[in-house]
C-alpha cells in the first residue's frame, strides 16, 4: 500500500522547533539533518564570514550571512542554506524581511563536512547557479583547496598559493588562499 506524505511549505518549515540540527526543505521534505560541525568547520566559515564582512561592510555593498536559508524552489519548496553567503543590498528588502529570501543568494559558500555526499553537494551548487547565484566556493578543508564555480565558465580550483577573487559579484575582493585555512595567517 503506497502511502503520501505531506509536502512543506518554506513557511511551515519555518515555524519547525530547533533541535540543534541543521535542516533543510528538499521539494517539500525535511531532509539533510546534520549534527554540530567540527571545530575545524566553524573555524573556516568564522575565517570566511570575517573575510568577506571586512570587504563588504566598509563598502556598503549588502549582507554577508552564515547559514541563512533561500526558497530555491516553490511547489514543492526547496530551502537550502548555504556555510555563508553574500546578498547584494539592492536585493534586501527594506521592511519585514522574511525569513528566507526567495532565489539564490550572489555568492554562496559551502564547507565541505564528513555528513556530506559528493551527489548532494553537486546537486546543490547546480542548484544555487540555476536559481540565481552568481558564483559558489566550494571548500575543501582536508585538501586545502576551493572550488570557484561561476554559471557560463568552467569550474576552477584554487590551491594555497593561488588568490581567491570575488569577480563580478565583489568586484576588488582578492584574498590567498591559504588566508581561509591558515588560523595563524600574518600578512
Same mark, same amino acid.
Given at each position: 500500500?503506497?502511502?503520501?506524505?505531506?509536502?512543506?511549505?518554506?513557511?511551515?518549515?519555518?515555524?519547525?522547533?530547533?533541535?540543534?540540527?541543521?535542516?533543510?526543505?528538499?521539494? /517539500?521534505?525535511?531532509? %539533510?539533518?546534520?549534527?554540530?560541525?567540527?571545530?575545524?568547520?566553524?573555524?573556516?566559515?568564522?575565517?570566511?564570514?570575517? &573575510?568577506?564582512?571586512?570587504?563588504?561592510?566598509?563598502?556598503?555593498? /549588502?549582507? %554577508?550571512?552564515?547559514?541563512?536559508? +533561500?526558497?530555491?524552489?516553490?511547489?514543492?519548496?526547496?530551502?537550502?542554506?548555504?556555510?555563508?553567503?553574500?546578498?547584494?543590498?539592492?536585493?534586501?528588502?527594506?521592511?519585514?524581511?522574511?525569513?528566507?529570501?526567495?532565489?539564490?543568494?550572489?555568492?554562496?559558500?559551502?564547507?565541505?563536512?564528513?555528513?556530506?555526499?559528493?551527489?548532494?553537494?553537486?546537486?546543490?551548487?547546480?542548484?544555487?547557479?540555476?536559481?540565481?547565484?552568481? &558564483?559558489?566556493?566550494?571548500?575543501?578543508?582536508?585538501?586545502?583547496?576551493?572550488?570557484?564555480?561561476?554559471?557560463?565558465?568552467?569550474?576552477?580550483?584554487?590551491?594555497?598559493?593561488?588568490?581567491?577573487? /570575488?569577480?563580478?559579484?565583489?568586484?576588488? +575582493?582578492?584574498?590567498?588562499?591559504?588566508? %581561509?585555512?591558515?588560523?595563524?595567517?600574518?600578512?
Amino acid at each position: 500500500m503506497k502511502t503520501s506524505r505531506r509536502l512543506l511549505t518554506a513557511e511551515e518549515f519555518a515555524e519547525l522547533p530547533d533541535d540543534d540540527f541543521h535542516y533543510e526543505l528538499i521539494r /517539500g521534505v525535511v531532509g %539533510v539533518r546534520e549534527p554540530p560541525p567540527s571545530l575545524s568547520h566553524e573555524w573556516i566559515l568564522g575565517k570566511t564570514l570575517h &573575510l568577506l564582512f571586512e570587504f563588504v561592510e566598509p563598502r556598503r555593498l /549588502g549582507v %554577508v550571512a552564515g547559514q541563512p536559508g +533561500f526558497v530555491l524552489e516553490r511547489g514543492p519548496d526547496t530551502v537550502r542554506a548555504p556555510d555563508v553567503c553574500f546578498i547584494r543590498a539592492d536585493r534586501i528588502p527594506r521592511d519585514n524581511v522574511p525569513t528566507f529570501l526567495d532565489g539564490a543568494p550572489d555568492l554562496a559558500v559551502e564547507i565541505w563536512s564528513p555528513s556530506n555526499k559528493t551527489r548532494e553537494i553537486a546537486e546543490k551548487i547546480t542548484l544555487y547557479l540555476s536559481t540565481g547565484a552568481h &558564483l559558489v566556493w566550494y571548500v575543501e578543508p582536508s585538501s586545502r583547496q576551493i572550488t570557484v564555480y561561476r554559471p557560463q565558465h568552467d569550474a576552477v580550483v584554487l590551491k594555497v598559493g593561488d588568490d581567491l577573487s /570575488g569577480y563580478e559579484v565583489l568586484p576588488g +575582493f582578492l584574498c590567498p588562499v591559504a588566508k %581561509v585555512f591558515n588560523p595563524y595567517w600574518r600578512e
